[in-house]
Protein backbone atom coordinates (compact mmCIF):
# COMPACT_ATOMS: atom_id res chain seq x y z
CA UNK A 1 0.00 0.00 0.00
CA UNK A 2 1.38 3.41 -1.12
CA UNK A 3 1.53 6.28 2.13
CA UNK A 4 0.96 9.48 1.72
CA UNK A 5 4.98 9.83 2.24
CA UNK A 6 5.77 8.00 -0.38
CA UNK A 7 3.71 9.76 -2.94
CA UNK A 8 6.63 12.56 -4.76
CA UNK A 9 5.65 15.66 -5.89
CA UNK A 10 4.96 16.45 -9.58
CA UNK A 11 7.83 17.49 -11.80
CA UNK A 12 5.76 19.94 -13.53
CA UNK A 13 8.85 20.69 -15.90
CA UNK A 14 8.47 17.32 -17.44
CA UNK A 15 5.11 18.17 -18.95
CA UNK A 16 4.84 20.09 -22.23
CA UNK A 17 3.38 23.35 -22.43
CA UNK A 18 -0.95 23.72 -22.70
CA UNK A 19 -1.08 26.22 -25.47
CA UNK A 20 0.73 25.78 -29.03
CA UNK A 21 3.63 28.10 -30.00
CA UNK A 22 3.00 28.10 -33.17
CA UNK A 23 0.01 29.70 -35.38
CA UNK A 24 -2.49 26.73 -36.42
CA UNK A 25 -2.81 25.25 -39.67
CA UNK A 26 -6.53 24.79 -41.45
CA UNK A 27 -6.01 21.32 -43.23
CA UNK A 28 -8.78 20.95 -45.80
CA UNK A 29 -11.53 17.87 -44.73
CA UNK A 30 -11.28 15.12 -47.28
CA UNK A 31 -14.69 13.57 -48.56
CA UNK A 32 -14.89 10.93 -45.90
CA UNK A 33 -14.69 13.69 -43.31
CA UNK A 34 -17.89 15.44 -44.64
CA UNK A 35 -20.96 14.98 -42.24
CA UNK A 36 -22.49 14.32 -45.90
CA UNK A 37 -22.90 13.89 -49.43
CA UNK A 38 -22.81 17.00 -51.35
CA UNK A 39 -24.74 17.26 -54.58
CA UNK A 40 -25.12 20.07 -57.14
CA UNK A 41 -26.73 21.68 -60.47
CA UNK A 42 -22.63 22.05 -61.81
CA UNK A 43 -22.42 18.16 -61.50
CA UNK A 44 -26.01 17.13 -62.44
CA UNK A 45 -27.12 18.33 -65.70
CA UNK A 46 -30.66 19.18 -66.58
CA UNK A 47 -31.06 16.87 -69.52
CA UNK A 48 -30.29 13.99 -67.25
CA UNK A 49 -33.67 13.97 -66.12
CA UNK A 50 -35.25 12.90 -69.63
CA UNK A 51 -34.77 9.63 -69.86
CA UNK A 52 -36.75 10.08 -73.30
CA UNK A 53 -33.76 11.78 -74.71
CA UNK A 54 -30.42 11.45 -72.56
CA UNK A 55 -29.15 8.71 -74.61
CA UNK A 56 -31.08 9.49 -77.98
CA UNK A 57 -29.39 10.37 -81.21
CA UNK A 58 -30.12 13.70 -82.68
CA UNK A 59 -33.95 14.21 -83.44
CA UNK A 60 -34.89 10.60 -82.00
CA UNK A 61 -36.73 9.73 -78.22
CA UNK A 62 -37.40 6.65 -76.75
CA UNK A 63 -40.21 4.60 -77.83
CA UNK A 64 -42.71 3.97 -75.22
CA UNK A 65 -45.60 5.71 -73.54
CA UNK A 66 -44.29 9.07 -72.10
CA UNK A 67 -44.62 9.32 -68.73
CA UNK A 68 -43.69 12.48 -66.17
CA UNK A 69 -42.78 11.07 -62.95
CA UNK A 70 -42.73 13.40 -59.89
CA UNK A 71 -42.53 13.62 -55.85
CA UNK A 72 -41.08 14.86 -52.70
CA UNK A 73 -38.53 13.80 -50.67
CA UNK A 74 -39.15 14.11 -46.87
CA UNK A 75 -38.00 13.06 -43.75
CA UNK A 76 -39.74 11.40 -40.52
CA UNK A 77 -40.87 14.80 -40.22
CA UNK A 78 -42.48 15.44 -43.17
CA UNK A 79 -39.92 18.32 -43.43
CA UNK A 80 -38.39 18.96 -47.10
CA UNK A 81 -35.10 17.17 -48.20
CA UNK A 82 -33.53 20.00 -50.55
CA UNK A 83 -30.29 18.64 -52.67
CA UNK A 84 -30.66 15.42 -52.22
CA UNK A 85 -29.40 13.13 -55.27
CA UNK A 86 -32.37 10.99 -57.04
CA UNK A 87 -31.45 8.24 -58.92
CA UNK A 88 -33.49 5.84 -61.36
CA UNK A 89 -33.26 3.34 -63.31
CA UNK A 90 -35.34 0.59 -65.71
CA UNK A 91 -36.38 -1.18 -68.43
CA UNK A 92 -37.37 -0.38 -71.96
CA UNK A 93 -40.71 -0.29 -73.16
CA UNK A 94 -40.37 -3.66 -74.01
CA UNK A 95 -38.49 -4.81 -70.66
CA UNK A 96 -35.16 -4.90 -71.37
CA UNK A 97 -32.32 -3.34 -69.72
CA UNK A 98 -29.71 -1.75 -70.65
CA UNK A 99 -26.90 -3.86 -69.88
CA UNK A 100 -25.37 -6.78 -71.65
CA UNK A 101 -26.21 -8.99 -68.79
CA UNK A 102 -29.68 -9.20 -69.44
CA UNK A 103 -30.54 -11.40 -72.20
CA UNK A 104 -34.72 -11.57 -72.41
CA UNK A 105 -35.37 -11.91 -75.64
CA UNK A 106 -36.90 -8.58 -76.11
CA UNK A 107 -36.34 -5.76 -78.46
CA UNK A 108 -33.57 -3.11 -78.04
CA UNK A 109 -33.95 0.75 -78.16
CA UNK A 110 -30.91 2.04 -79.06
CA UNK A 111 -32.16 5.53 -78.40
CA UNK A 112 -32.65 4.73 -74.96
CA UNK A 113 -30.39 3.85 -71.50
CA UNK A 114 -33.29 3.75 -69.06
CA UNK A 115 -31.16 6.08 -66.30
CA UNK A 116 -31.73 9.09 -65.30
CA UNK A 117 -30.73 11.45 -62.24
CA UNK A 118 -31.59 14.90 -60.85
CA UNK A 119 -31.56 17.07 -57.59
CA UNK A 120 -34.08 17.81 -55.26
CA UNK A 121 -35.16 21.48 -55.18
CA UNK A 122 -35.43 23.52 -52.26
CA UNK A 123 -38.91 21.98 -51.49
CA UNK A 124 -37.73 18.65 -51.66
CA UNK A 125 -39.10 17.98 -55.39
CA UNK A 126 -37.81 16.10 -58.24
CA UNK A 127 -39.34 15.30 -61.55
CA UNK A 128 -38.30 12.63 -64.77
CA UNK A 129 -39.59 12.37 -67.91
CA UNK A 130 -39.02 8.69 -69.47
CA UNK A 131 -41.32 6.71 -70.76
CA UNK A 132 -43.61 3.44 -68.31
CA UNK A 133 -40.90 0.21 -68.38
CA UNK A 134 -42.02 -3.15 -69.52
CA UNK A 135 -42.56 -6.17 -67.20
CA UNK A 136 -39.92 -9.27 -67.96
CA UNK A 137 -39.72 -12.75 -66.91
CA UNK A 138 -37.54 -14.63 -64.15
CA UNK A 139 -36.86 -18.04 -66.01
CA UNK A 140 -34.76 -19.09 -62.78
CA UNK A 141 -38.56 -19.17 -61.15
CA UNK A 142 -40.14 -20.61 -63.90
CA UNK A 143 -43.18 -18.85 -66.18
CA UNK A 144 -42.83 -15.55 -63.92
CA UNK A 145 -42.99 -12.18 -65.07
CA UNK A 146 -41.44 -8.96 -62.84
CA UNK A 147 -44.27 -6.55 -63.17
CA UNK A 148 -43.14 -2.68 -64.59
CA UNK A 149 -41.08 -1.29 -61.60
CA UNK A 150 -38.17 1.85 -61.74
CA UNK A 151 -35.40 1.11 -59.33
CA UNK A 152 -34.93 4.41 -57.13
CA UNK A 153 -31.76 5.55 -55.08
CA UNK A 154 -31.78 8.48 -53.01
CA UNK A 155 -28.87 10.07 -51.15
CA UNK A 156 -30.21 12.72 -48.90
CA UNK A 157 -28.87 15.33 -46.59
CA UNK A 158 -26.72 12.68 -44.51
CA UNK A 159 -25.18 9.11 -44.72
CA UNK A 160 -28.44 8.41 -42.70
CA UNK A 161 -30.82 9.76 -45.55
CA UNK A 162 -29.60 6.74 -47.94
CA UNK A 163 -32.93 4.87 -49.45
CA UNK A 164 -32.97 2.12 -52.21
CA UNK A 165 -36.13 1.21 -53.24
CA UNK A 166 -38.86 0.41 -56.41
CA UNK A 167 -41.60 2.38 -57.01
CA UNK A 168 -44.80 0.34 -59.35
CA UNK A 169 -47.85 1.27 -61.27
CA UNK A 170 -51.53 0.61 -60.20
CA UNK A 171 -53.92 -2.19 -61.55
CA UNK A 172 -50.96 -4.40 -62.34
CA UNK A 173 -52.13 -8.25 -62.05
CA UNK A 174 -48.13 -8.84 -62.17
CA UNK A 175 -47.86 -7.76 -58.16
CA UNK A 176 -49.67 -10.65 -56.48
CA UNK A 177 -47.30 -13.31 -57.54
CA UNK A 178 -44.10 -10.98 -57.39
CA UNK A 179 -41.84 -11.98 -54.58
CA UNK A 180 -39.70 -8.51 -54.65
CA UNK A 181 -42.93 -6.77 -54.10
CA UNK A 182 -44.48 -9.42 -51.56
CA UNK A 183 -41.20 -9.03 -49.37
CA UNK A 184 -42.64 -6.10 -48.11
CA UNK A 185 -45.35 -8.15 -46.03
CA UNK A 186 -47.30 -4.88 -45.11
CA UNK A 187 -50.10 -3.80 -47.34
CA UNK A 188 -50.11 -0.08 -46.15
CA UNK A 189 -46.31 0.12 -47.03
CA UNK A 190 -46.76 -2.06 -50.24
CA UNK A 191 -49.04 0.74 -51.02
CA UNK A 192 -46.55 2.92 -50.25
CA UNK A 193 -44.63 1.76 -53.48
CA UNK A 194 -47.26 2.30 -56.05
CA UNK A 195 -46.81 5.62 -57.60
CA UNK A 196 -50.28 7.81 -58.04
CA UNK A 197 -51.83 9.20 -61.29
CA UNK A 198 -51.67 12.73 -61.07
CA UNK A 199 -53.41 14.57 -63.97
CA UNK A 200 -52.08 18.00 -62.43
CA UNK A 201 -48.11 17.02 -63.83
CA UNK A 202 -49.52 15.69 -67.34
CA UNK A 203 -47.96 17.62 -70.02
CA UNK A 204 -51.57 17.94 -71.98
CA UNK A 205 -50.92 15.80 -75.53
CA UNK A 206 -47.58 14.83 -74.71
CA UNK A 207 -47.50 12.58 -71.42
CA UNK A 208 -49.27 11.62 -68.22
CA UNK A 209 -48.18 12.20 -65.01
CA UNK A 210 -47.62 10.08 -62.00
CA UNK A 211 -46.50 10.68 -58.32
CA UNK A 212 -44.45 9.31 -56.32
CA UNK A 213 -43.45 10.81 -52.71
CA UNK A 214 -40.53 9.60 -50.74
CA UNK A 215 -40.06 9.62 -47.02
CA UNK A 216 -37.11 8.50 -45.91
CA UNK A 217 -37.25 7.95 -42.44
CA UNK A 218 -39.79 7.35 -39.52
CA UNK A 219 -42.87 4.78 -39.41
CA UNK A 220 -44.54 5.91 -42.00
CA UNK A 221 -40.69 5.20 -44.39
CA UNK A 222 -40.79 4.22 -47.84
CA UNK A 223 -39.59 0.55 -47.77
CA UNK A 224 -36.24 -0.46 -48.79
CA UNK A 225 -35.39 -2.35 -51.50
CA UNK A 226 -35.87 -6.51 -50.10
Same mark, same amino acid.
Not at 119 to 129: A, E, K, L, M
Not at 181 to 206: C, H, W
Given at each position: MTTQAQVKKRDWTLHPKAATTQPLVPIKHTLSELTGPVFGHNTVKKMESDLTKNAAKKGKEAIGERMILTGRVTDEANRPVPGALVEIWQTNAAGLYGHKGDQHDAPVDPNFYGTGRC? *?? %? &?? =???? +??? /???????? /??? =?????????? %????? %? $?????? *??????????? @? !? &? $?????? *? =????? &???? +? @?? !?? @?? %???? $?? !?????DIVLRGQNATPMEQ
Open positions: V *TD %S &DG =NYRF +VTI /RPGAYPIT /RLG =NRWRPAHIHY %SINGG %S $FAQRLV *TQCYFPGDPLQ @E !A &D $FVFQAV *T =NKAAR &DRLI +V @EY !AP @EY %SVMG $FA !AGYRF
